[in-house]
């Protein structure tokens, strides 16, 4: 069974940056879609980027689309989020999951990190 665990979050002002790690164990990387998703205390858990298996394909959502940019390592079985021009409505936790196919819908995600938490700063 896949376990993942973010790492990179933190506190910075807005147009600022940051780069989140997911780190995998326990499953075939190379061979498992992921996503990045988001969340605050009032809503569900938000889609922000997805991944295909090989990387060759990634989208976006609208809200982060020129800001943000998904890569993957699979050698070392890890993917990254690069958020830049960070803004205060940014502020969330940020999970990362893994699916067998690349998809916007949270429920489709077969496994799920702790999260990592995002403050952005006006």
């Known amino acids: 069974q896949m376990q993942l665990v973010e790492s990179g979050g933190g506190l910075v002002q807005a147009g600022g940056s940051l780069r989140l790690s997911c780190a995998a164990s326990g499953g075939t990387f190379s061979r498992t879609a992921m996503g990045w998703f988001r969340q605050t205390q009032g809503t569900e858990r938000q889609f922000v980027a997805g991944i295909s298996w090989s990387g060759g394909s990634t989208f976006y959502a609208d809200s982060v689309k020129g800001r943000f940019t998904i890569s993957r390592d699979n050698p070392k079985n890890t993917v990254y989020l690069q958020l830049n021009n960070l803004k205060p409505e940014d502020t969330a936790v940020y999970f990362c999951?893994?699916?067998?196919?690349?998809?916007?819908?949270?429920?489709?995600?077969?496994?799920w990190g702790q999260g990592t938490q995002v403050t952005v700063s006006p």
């Open positions: 999951a893994a699916a067998a196919i690349v998809t916007a819908k949270a429920t489709e995600y077969d496994f």
